[in-house]
């Protein structure tokens, strides 16, 4: 099975390899000192199951949001509608 290779730089969990690490340092499982902040510990790294969690949480969030955004989009589309309609009406008392 193959190493995820999972770190965490400023509190964000990240996959792959430190930006400076090398290649053929796959033996080495702890980061530099760049990588963490401050000099405390990192935490361990969360199960399959609590960063599926992770994951799910943030496609919620994303959804919630497009939705939001679908939302203001109808608004604004019957904004444009109601205008439509008002430029009309103007153009038939001009005629």
């Given at each position: 099975?193959?190493?995820?290779?999972?770190?965490q730089?400023?509190?964000?969990?990240?996959?792959g390899?430190?930006?400076?690490?090398?290649?053929?340092d796959?033996?080495?499982?702890e980061?530099?000192?760049?990588?963490?902040?401050?000099?405390?510990?990192?935490?361990?790294?969360?199960?399959?199951?609590?960063?599926?969690?992770?994951?799910w949480?943030?496609?919620?969030?994303?959804?919630?949001s497009?939705?939001?955004?679908?939302?203001?989009?109808?608004r604004?589309?019957?904004?444009?509608?109601?205008n439509d309609?008002?430029?009309?009406?103007?153009?038939d008392t001009l005629n």
């Open positions: 099975m193959t190493k995820l290779n999972i770190f730089v400023n509190g964000v969990w990240q996959l390899r430190p930006h400076h690490a090398q290649e053929e796959d033996e080495e499982d980061l530099s000192t760049q990588d963490v902040e401050g000099d405390r510990p990192q935490p361990a790294i969360p199960s399959r199951t609590e960063m599926l969690t992770q994951i949480t943030g496609m919620q969030d994303m959804r919630e497009m939705r939001n955004v679908n939302i203001r989009f109808d604004l589309d019957e904004r444009m509608e109601r309609q008002r430029i009309d009406r103007l153009k």
